[in-house]
């Protein structure tokens, strides 16, 4: 969104929204004009410029309570009861409200250009702290979403990232952080940091672990605010290597849900990781080091990684998201994008429309050969 574009976001009202209020000044004046003089219609003009208060900006409603008071002044004189007592008492009551009306609605819009400036903020912010990956990388294309549970929340501490390791190799990561608000942000940037700057050198999955363990504790201890969140501070995380030439994917899972196998041919694997590791943060890796799963992916797989806030989902029964359930009657050979839409539409369905908590998604797609570019982007 253009910074520029927000000075005038209440005055983009539709230009038919103005013609109710209007169409009301003229229909209380002419029903004033010809009913008995013992009834006083002309009080609910003040409906005409109090209605537009509530879409338009103050100059739309100054414009619309002007032809209220014009309205006011057209009945008194066609009356004849423009000097007497209840119509100037009526003229004096409907100009102090146009003006009460007029100031509400420039505070209203002041909020509103500011409230859209915090979404503004809050929507770089993520998209800077996530970096959401390319369309496409290397033979992988990659679709994402992010499910806030809050209508006006942006982020949170739901996490993903995609990195190259040249020349023929992807690495990919998904975590949830413990907690939620700005204490959590700080600790995914710090997750964010250490995994795009460690996934680039380390020569196996189990090493990327251990590194990835070893910053976080150190990081930890400057971005952990333990005031507000006194508990526990650590992040679920799971790590994949995809190798651009085919094979199997390696996997490895730090107290992280594994991810769900949709295969070309419509195939629902749910694999078990057989050996996960505490989470990151925790200090408890294993003396023996960090075991990697591997898993089948050939062309026209699909994996789907997800936080826990997707499994979690409760319907209006207490009845958990059945994902892989769900999963296999969407229509077969989704492209990324459109999984991603269909279980996002489903999942709302099924909570009734709220989220509880935050959900991150990626969907990852092995496309053949021939659709592969070259090297993918540099990420």
């Given amino acids: 969104m253009d910074l520029r574009r927000l ?31 013992e009834v006083f219609l002309s009080p609910l003009l003040v409906v005409a410029p109090a209605l537009t208060a509530s879409f338009a900006g103050p100059w739309r ?19 004849g009861e423009s000097g007497t007592q209840p119509r100037v008492w009526q003229l004096v009551a409907l100009v102090v409200l146009s003006i009460l009306l007029v100031f509400f609605s420039y505070v209203r819009e002041g909020r ?7 979404r503004l903020v809050a929507e770089t912010a993520q998209r800077v702290l996530l970096r959401p990956p390319p369309e496409q990388v290397g033979p992988l ?49 710090a997750v964010l940091g250490a995994f795009r700057e460690t996934a680039r050198y380390c020569d196996t999955l189990p090493g990327l672990v251990a590194a990835l363990e070893e910053r976080v504790i150190r990081d930890m201890e400057e971005v952990a605010e333990s005031r507000e969140d006194p508990g526990e501070h650590f992040i679920t995380a799971l790590l994949l290597e995809l190798p651009d030439g085919g094979g199997p994917v390696r996997v490895a899972s730090c107290g992280h849900p594994p991810p769900l196998v949709i295969g070309a041919d419509g195939r629902i694997g749910t694999p078990e990781c057989t050996a996960p590791v505490p989470p990151l943060g925790t200090g408890l890796l294993p003396m023996a080091g960090v075991h990697a799963d591997e898993l089948p992916y050939g062309d026209g797989d699909t994996l789907l990684l997800y936080t826990d806030g997707l499994i979690e989902a409760r319907s209006r029964q207490g009845v958990f998201y059945p994902l892989a359930e769900r999963v296999a009657a969407f229509p077969p050979a989704l492209s990324p994008e459109d999984l991603l839409d269909h279980l996002r539409d489903d999942l709302l369905h099924h909570t009734g429309g709220r989220l509880a908590d935050d959900a991150a998604l990626l969907a990852i797609t092995r496309t053949g050969p021939a659709d592969t570019p070259a090297g993918g982007p540099a990420l």
């Fill in 112 to 118: 509103s250009r500011q409230l859209s400036r915090v």
């Fill in 7 to 37: 000075d005038d976001l209440t005055e983009r009202t539709p230009p038919l929204a103005i013609v109710i209020p209007l169409a009301l000044v003229v229909v209380i004046t002419v029903a004033d004009t010809v009913s008995p003089r």
């Fill in 61 to 79: 409603t100054a414009l619309i309570a002007l032809f209220a008071v014009g309205g006011q002044l057209l009945v008194a004189d066609v009356t």
């Fill in 141 to 189: 294309r990659i679709a994402w979403r992010y499910l806030a549970a809050e209508d006006d929340a942006q982020m949170g501490g739901d996490l993903f990232a995609v990195t190259r390791r040249r020349p023929d190799l992807t690495r990919v990561m998904i975590g949830d952080v413990r907690g939620k608000g700005l204490p959590a942000i700080g600790e995914a940037s």
